[in-house]
């Protein structure tokens, strides 16, 4: 009997031991980049740091506007989920209520298989395909205009294809895990008064599992917010306004990029950049626990 | 004593490598100890880290180290007698000369301007290019080429490929770069795969899949280099507070290493080239 007791008390110090481990980890990352990012806001100077948007590290008179970036950032991700969304709450809708067995087996299996593809290839792909159809389409686009500083195809246009594609296989599997989570009950209803099946599936199921797409979406946010490789890859990264055939930098690129030889505030800035990432990836975050608890509260 | 001490030291050491069977060069040096001081140039940083590790490991009894200042105030240093070894990306000028340092070229750094294989442009002037880099020039068919929109590549703030290039053709801080790629390799691959583009690399690497430009009609080799006739090269010089042969023994020896085999070949692992 005392064994047993003590058999018990070890594994549940050891859970406890693995549990904390968890928590120290994101409580050591979290005061990192507080610690790491916040003396370059003030040598710089908050507005000037977050709002510039001359990026010129290593003149002799130094500019450190990321202005340009953060913007980048939020219109790519904006944009990646506009194109995204659609496309992967479509695809679910397809995968729950009308893919026949085979046919839902064969496209579940390309999505899972969309997940599980390296970001460096996506990178790879865009830069190979992409990029020189967008050097196409630039060219044609800007032939009379001599302002335009051609790049090449590598543009915030590229980066925001890519980004789209790679958060799909997020919204997809979210969005329909929760379109079968909905009752059959509710579908019955829905056609027993007469609605037909498009009619059931736009006005009854997809109000239902609302929250659990939400989640796919704020999920998908995060991915595209997060993603370096494959940007860094496609999208030129030089730092510019953030217009579709312009070459632009990210948070994320703008550290893989840099971090390299970087030193002193040039150094200081890239890590401040990193708690700007961070900062909205905690955003992100407490927007999906948000979402997830009103699902609970209605039910589903 | 201490010459017996060595004698019993090394005897041990060899018998050390006799057994793990891992030999290893340069016992003839270890009697050297201390520290060798240097500071100046940030562009010198990876030659200075590749061949301080490389010399350490031949004189496990020295420590080198490295501060990257920048080229004016690692002179400075050496001025004020604070450093054994001022580093500069620049030949010394006048003054510093005449405080009694002395240059020595230890590598010379050469950049390439390569264009992709289907352009007809073989030669440029740095005035072109410089133009080209400012965003003054935007097509080829100003420069004599086809009717084709340029697509300037460049590598990102911090690269000392970059900090040579711009600083080289006077164009610090001006760029207007389309495209800012964080390494040599994607340079070359973008430059090789786009039509139209331009780009600088490090002499070294530049292979058939690209064209390096003539500039002022000087072909980019390292002929021309050590000839002195190619624009875009730097020496990298490692002043010292008179000749070689009057400093200490460790200094001597670090000269040494660098004109040895082993320093050559350190010289060019980092893609700079040996002065003659």
């Not at chain 1, 948007?53 to 002799?60: D, L």
Request: proline share 3%; net charge negative.
């Amino acid at each position: 009997m005392k064994k047993k007791a003590f058999i018990e008390k070890t594994a549940n110090i050891i859970l406890l031991i693995c549990a904390v481990v968890a928590l120290f980890a994101v409580c050591a990352i979290t005061l990192y980049m507080f610690i790491k990012g916040t003396p370059a806001l003030k040598e710089v100077g908050v507005s000037d740091l977050l709002f510039g948007t001359i990026w010129k590290p290593t003149a002799s008179n130094p500019s450190f506007g990321i202005g340009y970036i953060i913007l980048t950032s939020i219109v790519g991700t904006g944009a990646a989920i506009l194109i995204g969304v659609p496309i992967g709450l479509l695809t679910a809708v397809f995968l729950s209520e009308m893919a026949g067995k085979r046919l839902g087996t064969v496209v579940g299996s390309a999505v899972d298989l969309l997940a599980a593809i390296p970001s460096v290839i996506y990178g790879l792909i865009g830069m190979m395909v992409l990029n020189p159809i967008m050097f196409k389409i630039e060219r044609m686009l800007f032939a009379e205009k001599s302002a335009h500083q051609y790049t090449g195809g590598a543009n915030m246009l590229s980066a925001i294809i890519v980004l789209a594609i790679m958060i799909l296989p997020t919204v997809i599997s979210v969005s329909t895990s929760s379109l079968k989570a909905v009752s059959d009950n509710l579908r019955a209803a829905s056609l027993a008064l007469g609605a037909t099946k498009e009619q059931t599936i736009f006005w009854t199921v997809i109000p239902a599992a609302k929250s659990g797409i939400l989640t796919g979406v704020v999920l998908g946010i995060g991915r595209a917010l997060g993603e370096a490789m494959a940007i860094n890859m496609v999208a030129g990264g030089a730092v510019n306004i953030p217009l579709p055939f312009n070459s632009v930098r990210t948070l994320t690129t703008q550290i893989v990029s840099e971090m390299g030889y970087a030193s002193g505030t040039h150094r200081q800035v890239l890590f401040t950049v990193g708690l700007v990432l961070y900062v909205f990836i905690m955003i992100v975050n407490c927007v999906l626990l948000k979402t997830r608890k009103r699902g609970f509260e209605h039910g589903d | 004593m201490k010459k017996k001490l060595f004698a019993a030291i090394t005897a041990v050491c060899l018998l050390a490598v006799a057994f793990t069977g891992c030999g290893s060069e340069g016992t003839e040096n270890g009697d050297l100890k201390g520290n060798i001081t240097l500071a100046g140039s940030t562009s010198m940083e990876k030659l200075c880290e590749a061949m301080s590790e490389s010399f350490m490991e031949a004189n496990p009894g020295v420590t080198v180290t490295v501060e990257y200042t920048g080229s004016g105030a690692g002179l400075e240093s050496l001025a004020a007698g604070s450093v054994d070894i001022g580093n500069a990306s620049r030949g010394l000028k006048d003054g510093e000369k005449a405080n009694g340092s002395v240059e020595n070229v230890v590598a010379i750094d050469g950049i390439a301007v390569i264009i992709d294989k289907n352009n007809s442009v073989t030669d440029i002037s740095s005035e072109n290019l410089a133009k080209i880099y400012t965003g003054e020039i935007t097509n080829w068919n100003e420069i004599g080429g086809e009717d084709q929109p340029i697509v300037v590549i460049g590598r990102e703030a911090g690269s000392g490929t970059r900090d040579a290039f711009e600083e080289l053709l006077e164009v610090k801080d001006a760029c207007a770069y389309a495209q800012e790629l964080d390494s040599t390799g994607a340079v070359l691959a973008k430059v090789a795969s786009t039509p139209g583009a331009i780009g600088y690399v490090s002499l070294d690497v530049v292979d058939s899949t690209v064209i390096g430009l003539k500039i002022d009609g000087v072909e980019p080799t390292e002929e021309q280099i050590l000839a002195g006739s190619y624009l875009l090269q730097r020496p990298f010089v490692m002043a010292t507070n008179g000749e070689i042969g009057e400093q200490n023994e460790l200094v001597q020896a670090w000269f040494a290493y660098i004109n040895s085999d082993a320093g050559k070949e350190v010289i060019k692992k980092v893609g700079l080239i040996i002065p003659q």
